[in-house]
Antibody, heavy 118, light 107 residues
């Protein structure tokens, strides 16, 4: 079955660090473009980051310099390393795959909740 | 950054109605536009990619049109399972951006 499963969310204090994981099955993350999208409570969707199959990475201005997207091909897993967390980073973080058609996100995980609070 | 503006922000409709949602980009994005449906507590679901291509498995009552800066999502005959929030998203350039969402609820 083709799916994405996120993990690693939780409650973290402001200024802290957290690493989210996204385990893929049914396809190979190194062959696809993988992304993170977040959604603050009661708010809309916000694109966070993307990693190309070739390894190039892109970030939203709001997380640039604080978040790092990476992948482990041997584990078929994508990561989001989040540092210097702020209250405004509180959100459900979704892992997604950018499909071949139209650069759209055709596969999504169930999401993992990150709460940044003291 | 490219701003995506959806209208309306919310709409009330009945089963069987035809519903149209619009999305405007602050600059031209060719046809690099997608539409998603999201239900409470669930991940978004891709409906339309490349402005007008129907994602596999999505009912044909959903359709998309437009190019450049103005786009529309149309539901030809609303079904009970279509009540949800809809988002557009541009993939013309980084950073990718989403519209603010349109909540479709029952009249």
């Amino acid at each position: 079955e083709v799916q994405l499963v996120e993990s690693g969310g939780g409650l973290i204090q402001p200024g802290g660090s957290l690493r989210l994981s996204c385990a893929a099955s049914g396809f190979t993350v190194s062959s696809d473009y993988m992304s993170w999208v977040r959604q603050a409570p009661g708010k809309g969707l916000e694109w966070v980051s993307l990693i190309y199959s070739g390894g190039n990475t892109y970030y939203a201005d709001s997380v640039k310099g604080r978040f790092t997207i990476s992948r482990d091909n041997s584990k078929n897993t994508v990561y989001l390393e989040m540092n210097t967390l702020r209250a405004e980073d509180t959100a459900v973080y979704y892992c997604s795959r950018r499909g071949n058609g139209g650069r759209a996100f055709d596969l999504w995980g169930q999401g993992t909740l990150v709460i940044v609070s003291s | 950054d490219i701003q995506m503006t959806q209208s309306p922000s919310s709409v009330s409709a009945s089963v069987g109605d035809r519903v149209t949602i619009t999305c405007r980009a602050s600059q031209g994005i060719s046809s690099w536009l997608a539409w998603y449906q999201q239900k409470p507590g669930k991940a978004p679901k891709l409906l339309i990619y490349a402005a007008s291509s129907l994602q596999r498995g999505v009912p044909s009552r959903f359709s998309g049109s437009g190019s450049g800066t103005d786009f529309t999502l149309t539901i030809s005959s609303l079904q009970p399972e279509d009540f949800a929030t809809y988002y557009c998203q541009q993939a013309n350039s980084f950073p990718y951006t989403f519209g603010q969402g349109t909540k479709l609820d029952t009249k």
